[in-house]
T-cell receptor, first 111, second 114 residues
Framework: QKEVEQNSGPLSVPEGAIASLNCTYS??????FFWYRQYSGKSPELIMF????GDKEDGRFTAQLNKASQYVSLLIRDSQPSDSATYLC???????????FGKGITLSVRP | ETGVTQTPRHLVMGMTNKKSLKCEQH?????MYWYKQSAKKPLELMFV???????ENNSVPSRFSPECPNSSHLFLHLHTLQPEDSALYLC?????????????FGDGTRLSIL
């Protein structure tokens, strides 16, 4: 069974700190990796995707992928209270494969 | 117009009622999905449609019946639901099914079964 695991959380960081969210996956054939942010009562919103090993930066967000170790992480620099939300990791293993989601981790940024 | 629109946002129904959830996407995508999101659980894929053809039914009970009249609209017909069916139901779309391109979600319908 293909699985995507995220720390149960919640994760609490002070405003201005770096928040580090981690995700591991079981299928070595996984090819595409996504991070979604979901505010309470709202839909998941795509914030980052990464396909290749290494880092991908977009503003305050950096996605890191290590296929050898089968993990993908999301770093949020200069965390703001508005970053407080649940973050979902999703993994796509390839052609004819559905997207598999983790349970999500709730981030709380303290003012 | 937002990309993916779902109605209603909230729905309370009895176990003997029949209701329908609606999803509409304005992104020109060819694939649409229904997910169930329950507390403390990962999103569960229910149905996948590609070009109006159902390509996956993820062992969903028959009390849930999807319909896709065209590539922009998706419905989920509900009848004789159970209390454990209370959840957030999310619709999503993507350019093609099972693509490595991201899926875009609607705001969901919060369903409560009395």
């Amino acid at each position: 069974q293909k699985e995507v695991e995220q720390n149960s959380g919640p994760l609490s960081v002070p405003e201005g700190a770096i928040a580090s969210l981690n995700c591991t996956y079981s299928d070595r054939g996984s090819q595409s990796f996504f991070w979604y942010r979901q505010y309470s009562g709202k839909s998941p919103e795509l914030i980052m995707f990464i396909y290749s090993n290494g880092d991908k930066e977009d503003g305050r967000f950096t996605a890191q992928l290590n296929k050898a170790s089968q993990y993908v992480s999301l770093l949020i620099r200069d965390s703001q209270p508005s970053d407080s939300a649940t973050y979902l990791c999703a993994v796509h293993t390839g052609a004819n494969s559905k997207l598999t989601f983790g349970k999500g981790i709730t981030l709380s940024v303290r003012p | 117009e937002t990309g993916v629109t779902q109605t209603p946002r909230h729905l309370v129904m009895g176990m003997t009622n029949k209701k329908s959830l609606k999803c509409e996407q304005h992104l020109g995508h060819n694939a649409m999905y229904w997910y169930k999101q329950s507390a403390k659980k990962p999103l569960e894929l229910m149905f996948v449609y590609s070009l109006e053809e159902r390509v996956e039914n993820n062992s969903v009970p028959s009390r849930f019946s999807p319909e896709c009249p065209n590539s922009s609209h998706l419905f989920l017909h509900l009848h004789t639901l159970q209390p454990e069916d209370s959840a957030l139901y999310l619709c999503a779309s993507s350019q093609e099914r099972y693509t490595n391109q991201p899926q875009h979600f609607g705001d969901g319908t919060r369903l409560s079964i009395l």
